[in-house]
């Protein structure tokens, strides 16, 4: 179903009375209000650098006072290398600890002492039409809030799982059954062939697309399954490699897309999430949100479009980042 | 006799006095402090369940938009680009997902106002309109509407903002919209609608609502369904423009008009009528050559006609779509 808007039209053709700029939602003079906000994100924001092009690419937040950060895991995929300032400080060769798939998260440390990690020990309940402040835009030394409010149900956001082979299937006679091979995929490089039936997935056996979806759910974009399948008589071991659903299937898809600017590539199947309407591009989420009290809700994870950002509540947060924390022996 | 005097009295106090209670952060030329914030906030919660039961997804065709219902028998104002013409028939979506049958009524293809009614019956909340055009430059608003079509697990999107200009058929606010959220309402800080969602700007804080007082200009025409004005947001059905995709003859009995020939995939056979077939009746009277034709001569592309036919054994009655001719 196709959603109704008219075309987008500039603005010259609407005159009459104006507010000065200064005055709008987003503008200076409301940076000033939201300043008793600010410092919460000063203090526990992390500014992530590209450190070919020296610009920030994507926001963190800090989880430990020794220099434990969390931040979107796809977004780090999109930079060869990356510093990060925290506060007006800058810290060279961040280390990247473990990523969360589900989450999209990705844990990093820096060589830091006495930061102040966001309280994790919250709850992300927050009532329709709160305000919020995230990271609106930076400078070397500055953080600046950006307003926003909690503009709908906390919800799971589906889509499928983050890496995908390539392939379309359904249950045929109670058999996962090859129903599309995408071009260009690992699927397709592997030599997967329509048709194909799949009985084994990394040495267990599958039954059923649900548990199929499961197992594909856990692995990240860049592993390698091992697929066992039946083709006609034979059977017969494959090696897929996974790819990003957004690098195989992205670009902008929908007419709502195209007006929704520079958006998360990554924006959708997260277990849950808390939603705000705050003007958020690709390169501003990872930061932390927070209320006008300085209470910590959540991650911001992704722009999802022109009028919806999602964020990671504090409780999910909280629980990934021990999993995390775990797997990579801290 | 004194007694209805007095209540006439009392009222105009209690109105004079909504108008000096104007709330006090709408005219900071910015909010000063995060208590300023709050009131803001408290004022629009305080709104807000009252103002999403009444906030509405509309289903036309292949298209999703949105609107509010302002009476409680079920009136619905939205935008003349969501309804596309009167006379559509509409399907009401609740948030709670609960769903009602709606016709378009009028329109106004200058402006992008327009009006819906609901058809089965009500009571259905509602909301109140602003009918004294009192929101000024810089007040404080929030927007609902089903953004990108009716999500249930999500529900309605809010957002907040301020209008920041005004113009004479439009108010801009710098709330953000996108596609699904057209029609739907835009409501000062009172919880009063007083503008409907119509179009965005390139930018992504400039979004474009038609003024509740461009609905009040021209309320009698809308709720009647006359199609007012000319402009960008709707096209007038032209007369005779009309295509059904059918070819007739008198029947030799004279009992009716005999299908000799379909348009493969038109209106005609969409809507279940056969080569053979006997037309009985056109616009409820007995069909011959002339009415059909005379008929089609007035009405336009997308206006319906209603055809009376029998196959043999049933007898069938519908309003048939008309389409552009091929």
């Known amino acids: 179903m196709k959603s109704i808007i008219t075309s987008i039209i500039l603005s010259s053709s609407v005159l009459g009375n104006t507010l000065p700029s200064e005055q709008r939602k987003t503008n200076k003079s409301m940076q000033a209000t939201l300043s008793p906000v600010q410092k919460y994100l000063q203090e526990s924001s992390a500014v992530f650098y590209d450190s070919k092009r020296r610009v920030p690419f994507v926001y963190g937040t800090i989880v430990g006072s020794d220099g434990l950060i969390l931040t979107k895991a796809s977004e780090l995929d999109e930079v060869e290398e990356f510093y990060i300032r925290i506060g007006a400080e800058r810290y060279k060769e961040p280390t990247i600890l473990n990523k969360n798939e589900t989450w999209d998260l990705a844990l990093v440390k820096v060589e830091a002492e006495g930061l102040i990690p966001v309280k994790l020990d919250g709850n992300s309940e927050v009532e329709l039409g709160t305000w919020t402040v995230s990271n609106g835009a930076s400078d070397r030394k500055t953080r600046r809030p950006r307003p926003g409010i909690i503009s709908a149900n906390k919800r799971e956001i589906k889509g499928g799982s983050p890496a995908v082979l390539g392939v379309g299937f359904k249950m045929e006679d109670d058999k996962i059954t090859i129903t599309k091979i995408t071009e260009d995929s690992g699927a397709e490089k592997s030599g997967l062939e329509k048709g194909d039936i799949i009985i084994g997935f990394d040495g267990k056996e599958v039954g059923d697309d649900k548990e199929f979806i499961e197992l594909l759910k856990a692995k990240a974009a860049g592993e390698i399954v091992k697929l066992k399948i039946q083709r006609d008589e034979e059977v017969l071991e494959l090696d897929v490699e996974l790819m990003a659903r957004h690098k195989l299937f992205g670009g902008p898809q929908s007419r709502n897309d195209s007006m929704s600017g520079d958006f998360s590539e990554r924006r959708s199947s997260f277990p849950m999430v808390l939603q705000h309407e705050t003007m958020l591009s690709a390169r501003s989420v990872g930061g932390p949100l927070f209320t006008l009290d300085g209470r910590f809700l959540g991650m911001n994870i992704a722009a999802a479009n022109r009028v919806e950002a999602f964020a990671i509540p504090v409780e999910n947060l909280k629980s990934s980042l021990s999993e995390m924390k775990i797997a990579s022996g801290l | ?326």
């Open chain 2, 1 to 326: 006799m004194k007694l209805r005097k007095a209540i006439y009295i009392f009222l105009g106090v209690l109105s004079m006095q909504a108008l000096a209670d104007r709330l006090y952060f709408n005219d900071l030329a910015t909010p000063k402090s995060l208590d300023d914030l709050r009131a803001i906030q408290e004022a629009m919660q305080s709104n807000l369940s009252r103002a999403r039961e009444a906030t509405v997804c509309l289903q036309i065709g292949e298209g999703s938009g949105s609107g509010v219902i302002v009476s409680p028998d079920g009136l619905v104002l939205t935008a003349a680009h969501v309804t596309g013409g009167v006379g559509e028939e509409v399907t009401v979506v609740m948030e709670d997902g609960t769903e009602y049958q709606g016709v378009s009524l009028g329109l106004n293809a200058k402006t992008d106002a327009a009006m819906l009614k609901i058809t089965d019956s009500g009571p259905f909340p509602f909301v109140k309109y602003d009918k004294d055009d009192a929101t000024k430059l810089g007040d404080w608003v929030f927007s609902l509407g089903h953004s990108g079509g009716y999500d249930k697990a999500r529900g309605i999107n809010v957002r907040i903002g301020r209008l920041v200009r005004e113009a004479e058929t439009t108010i801009q606010s710098d709330c953000m919209l996108i596609g699904g959220d057209s029609g739907g309402p835009l409501f000062d800080m009172t919880g009063k609608v007083i503008g409907i969602h119509s179009r965005v700007g390139a930018s992504k804080e400039e979004s474009m609502h038609v003024p509740l007082r461009e609905f009040q200009a021209h309320w009698e025409e809308l709720e009647k369904s006359d199609f007012v004005g000319e402009g960008p947001f709707a096209k007038k059905p032209v007369p005779g423009s009309g295509f059904l995709g059918m070819m007739v003859e008198e029947d030799s009995e004279k009992k009716g008009l005999r299908v000799t020939e379909l348009w493969e995939k038109g209106p005609a056979e969409k809507a279940g009528i056969k080569v053979g077939d006997l037309i009985l009746e056109v616009e409820g009277e007995s069909a011959t050559q002339e009415l059909l034709k005379s008929s089609l001569g007035q009405l336009g592309s997308g206006q319906k006609i209603l055809i009376k036919w029998t196959g043999g054994k049933e007898t069938k009655e519908k309003e048939v779509k008309l389409e552009d001719r091929p």
